[in-house]
């Protein structure tokens, strides 16, 4: 029997790029920041340019392709079936949001086909799509110790950051444990293909999902006991080893991604229309 293999990741790789030598906290900010002005932006021209700048960014982390490449097809699917839903559900909202209505093709009733409304739902997607190559970057180049060293220097109490780094090691072993389980379960005639009906697939799925949750209860509770018998939280404060000191590549860094949000917010103020529509 043919055996799905998926190899893939989103743990921290270690390449040595000038993104790596950045501080944890650095590359929090710009991640956050990111976040921040896909929430305050409609402008298609700049979404685009948030793309192309996260897509170059991935390139300058020098993580191969292949690492993300099942992530990058996933969430390009998840994304057109949101598009799709939305289309749905209101087929109209691009004409309320564009203020005209240019119609393309007249399925039934209000189900139209309008250039309004695929402008929306291109610049929603893609909306949703800038967020995903920042999201890598920090994921790939941010070694978990170190941030949440970074982070307790900020003020966060060091359990939370403690508990940050724990996350984003458990990640990773998360998907080894469902990548083992599954190549067992289909050793045992459990198939997750395409070649089996939607409903059975499901089930399948629910076969694989079952003992990775119970594996992950027995993960944690084990990281549980072994953080009691080395006395954590006993103590209010803590030395970290991993601690990386800010550096002047750090500070003009931050620099600019100040001037760009506060850009970000002096055109967002204003612009007269939510969407930018060139039509």
Known sequence: MKTNKIKFGISYVNTGSALHALNGITKFILFMSWVTMV???FDLRVICAMILVGLAL?????????????LLIGTSVVLLMNALFMFLIAPLQGVEYMGSETVLLTLFGD???TVETLFYLLTVTLKYFSMFP????????????EFSASLNKLGVPYKIAYAV????????????????????????GVDISNNVPVMKRIKNVAKILGPLIFSSLDRADVI????????????????WYSLKPMTKN??????VIAI???LGFIKRYQSEQLFWYPF
């Open 39 to 41: 929430l305050i932006t």
């Open 58 to 70: 991935l390139k300058i982390s020098k993580v191969p392709f292949s690492v993300y490449k099942p």
């Open 111 to 113: 189900y139209k086909i």
């Open 134 to 145: 920042i999201a890598l970057v920090f994921v790939f180049t941010t070694h978990p110790t």
């Open 165 to 188: 780094s724990l996350t984003l090691r458990y990640l990773p072993e998360v998907m080894k444990d469902f990548m083992n389980i599954m190549h067992a379960q289909q050793a045992r």
């Open 224 to 239: 549980s006991n072994a953080m009691t018998l080395r006395g954590f939280g006993r103590n209010k404060r803590r030395s």
């Open 250 to 255: 750090d500070y003009l860094t931050l620099l």
């Open 260 to 262: 760009v949000l506060t």
